[in-house]
């Protein structure tokens, strides 16, 4: 049972305006996109968290299974000219975005290839949608935006230069962010910070009696 479209990642070339990166529309199978959202982890409110926290299963994690496999590894690796050979995964998954989330950013030095796959079923908001941008600083002047919607999917590989971001928004943005780093080290301590906030979060949750 395969619930991503890996030959239209195969099919897709890329596109370096304004950073090497590809957009695959639709890339969960739409006939199992519905599946895959039923199953999406309940979150203990924003901000990204770990997968030991949460409760995996289903098509979600038939899905994380396929994004983490050697198949989509080599068709990335393809795709880019580039060795994962040995390089580690991480993975965090996100449920609602805040306000103040979104600001222009490049991801950290220790990133070297980011996938970004969006789970929502219809978009309406004009926040949220999330845009490749030339420089650092105008949010106005991007070269793609890609919105968070049906298993859409975006690939870039890090640098200095990959900047992003979105107009502002609030609610509920289903979406997973999957990484291969430079050490494992670095997995470990970023799994290790996104696991400490999200259980602050859940006692939060507790202690006040509010959900996200």
Known sequence: MTYLDLPALEATPVN?????????????????????????PAVPGPGSHPPSELAIKGAFKSVMDELLGDRFRS????????????KPTMYTVRGYTRQKDGGIHTDSKTKIVTVLLYLNEAWDPDGGRLRLLRN???LEDYAAEIPPIEGNMLIFLRSDSSWHGHKPFAGRRRAIQLNWVTTQEVADKEQARHRFSTRVKKLTSLVTGRGA
């Not at 393809?78 to 040995?86: E, M």
């Open 16 to 40: 370096t305006d304004p950073f090497p990166h590809v957009v695959i529309p639709k890339f969960v199978q739409a006939q199992r996109l519905s599946e895959v959202i039923a199953d999406f």
């Open 75 to 86: 068709a990335v690796e393809r795709k880019f000219g580039i060795d994962l050979t040995g």
């Open 136 to 138: 650092g600083t105008d």
